[in-house]
């Protein structure tokens, strides 16, 4: 059975840094969409940064370009997200999601989701 398992997260001042990791078990890695989504409180799930494992093709929401970095490991089934001059309004709960197919920032497209890593920005 695949899974994703996050790592990372946790708390940051305004400006700093963190990093999340997410891993898929399983082979299941090859020709999927990895994603990054994050949810607010009593908000629903908005993705913020794809990549597409085969050729590694990346994409972003506006509100996190520039600051945000997806990345991979494919040597380890790994994605993950550098989080740069981060602030308050970046404090959500991060989710690590997988599809079959292109890449998206819609959530109801996600087959497989991670169990979520908090982060907090304080300022």
């Known amino acids: 059975q695949v899974q994703l398992v996050e790592s990372g997260g946790g708390s940051a001042q305004t400006g700093g840094s963190l990093r999340l990791s997410c891993t898929v078990s399983g082979n299941e890695y090859s020709s999927r969409c990895m994603a990054w989504f994050r949810q607010f409180p009593g908000k629903e799930r908005e993705g913020i940064a794809t990549?597409?494992?085969?050729?590694?093709?990346?994409a972003y929401v506006d509100s996190v370009k520039g600051r945000f970095t997806i990345s991979q490991d494919s040597t380890k089934n790994s994605v993950n997200l550098q989080m740069n001059s981060l602030r308050p309004e970046d404090t959500a709960m991060y989710y690590c999601?997988?599809?079959?197919?292109?890449?998206?920032?819609?959530?109801?497209?996600?087959?497989?989701w991670g169990q979520g890593t908090q982060v907090t920005v304080s300022s």
């Open positions: 999601a997988m599809r079959v197919g292109g890449c998206s920032h819609v959530a109801n497209l996600y087959q497989l």
């Open positions: 990549i597409y494992t085969k050729g590694g093709s990346t």
